[in-house]
């Protein structure tokens, strides 16, 4: 069965302050891997994806995530924050297209000025 | 355009009433899900469907849940009767590949 761990339920960081959000995971196959945000009141979003290739993804605003495979982790980084960047962050994993994906706990980064 | 929508955006009753939350994927999408978030639990798998049949339904908490995908573009997830412990904000997400898309969610209180 697959299982991921997000290690650090709350963040608090000052702003242009870089930031990692640790996320491991277990499973005994391939793996896709994820990371979405959530704002207050609205649903989750996608923020990147590792499904095949090179092992650095990176979104549109700025964050990356590595996969390591030997480490079985996936964390993800930012070098410097916005305020903007409150938010809930989930890291999630899967096996194979159309499965359902299994979902950390959370990470609450908290952007302060 | 059109994400996945979900109706009820806020749902408000009392134990013991049924509740139905409804869903529509995005067009094209072939799986669909409905997820529950509580602070306790996180974000939970409930079940999901494949081409409008289920495939997995294992974490429906009771038999008071139950779930229909009648087309490819509706779903609904039951809760009679209703509890308490079942307020939660409900989510539906729809796939075409290994990501999913989410839609707002339902916030659900039972009083």
């Known amino acids: 069965a697959q299982s991921v761990t997000q290690l650090d339920s709350q963040v608090p960081v000052f702003e242009e302050a870089p930031v990692e959000l640790r996320c491991n995971y277990s499973?005994?196959?391939?793996?896709?891997l994820f990371w979405y945000v959530q704002y207050p009141n609205q649903g989750l979003q996608l923020l990147l994806k590792?499904?095949?290739?090179?092992?650095l993804v990176e979104s549109i605003n700025g964050f990356e995530a590595e996969f390591n495979k030997s480490q079985t982790s996936f964390h993800l980084r930012k070098p410097s924050v916005h305020i903007s960047d409150t938010a809930e962050y989930f890291c999630?994993?899967?096996?194979?297209?159309?499965?359902?994906?299994?979902f950390g706990k959370g990470t609450t980064l908290s952007v302060s000025s | 355009d059109a994400g996945v929508i979900q109706s009820p955006r806020h749902e408000v009753t009392e134990m013991g009433q049924e509740v139905t939350l409804r869903c529509k994927p995005i067009?094209?999408?072939?799986?669909l899900f409905w997820y529950r978030q509580t602070m306790m639990r996180g974000l939970e798998l409930l079940i999901y469907?494949?081409?409008?049949?289920?495939?997995?339904d294992s974490g429906m908490p009771e038999d008071r849940f139950s779930a229909k995908m009648p087309n490819a573009s509706f779903s609904t997830l039951k809760i009679q009767p209703s509890e308490p412990r079942d307020s939660a904000v409900y989510f539906c997400?729809?796939?075409?590949?290994?990501?999913?898309?989410f839609g707002d969610g339902t916030r659900l209180s039972i009083l």
């Open positions: 590792y499904l095949s290739g090179s092992t």
């Open positions: 997400a729809s796939s075409v590949g290994p990501e999913l898309h």
């Open positions: 469907f494949n081409n409008n049949v289920p495939i997995d």
């Open positions: 999630a994993v899967g096996d194979q297209a159309g499965t359902a994906l299994i």
């Open positions: 067009s094209g999408h072939d799986y």
């Open positions: 499973s005994s196959v391939s793996v896709y």
